[in-house]
């Protein structure tokens, strides 16, 4: 049973910093991408941020150039670093990660799309 476990949300004035901490637990397949997916109050849950297994990142516009994610795959780790918080970041941040499906008869290995999701860790950010 994949289970996803984040850590430090808070609280913060605008143009401070934060990091968040996602630890996967129970088979998590580094050959699949992990993300970190937020929601704000009245709105739908986006992606912030993925990594793919070589590291390959990506960002939405609205991030970029403020946050980082990087993932240790020998401990199946994952962190965002958040810098000039803007109130506009406030949201429940979610770790998620794809589920690996390997083909006995082949070995060839899909990856099925954020299949596991964290509880999710709260980011205040006020003005």
């Known amino acids: 049973q994949v289970r996803l476990v984040e850590s430090g949300g808070g609280s913060v004035q605008a143009g401070g910093s934060l990091k968040l901490s996602c630890a996967a637990s129970?088979?998590?397949?580094?050959?699949?991408?992990m993300g970190w997916y937020r929601q704000a109050p009245n709105s739908e849950r986006k992606l912030v941020s993925a990594?793919?297994?070589?590291?390959?990142?990506k960002y939405a516009d609205s991030v970029k150039g403020r946050f980082t994610i990087s993932r240790d795959n020998a401990n199946h780790t994952l962190d965002l670093h958040m810098n000039s918080l803007k109130p506009e970041d406030t949201a429940v941040y979610y770790c998620?990660?794809?589920?690996?499906?390997?083909?006995?008869?082949?070995?060839?290995?899909?990856?099925?799309?954020?299949?596991?999701w964290g509880q999710g860790t709260q980011v205040t950010v006020s003005s």
């Open positions: 990594i793919s297994t070589d590291g390959t990142p």
């Open positions: 998620a990660a794809d589920r690996a499906v390997t083909d006995d008869r082949n070995g060839y290995t899909r990856c099925v799309k954020w299949e596991f």
């Open positions: 129970g088979g998590i397949n580094s050959a699949c991408e």
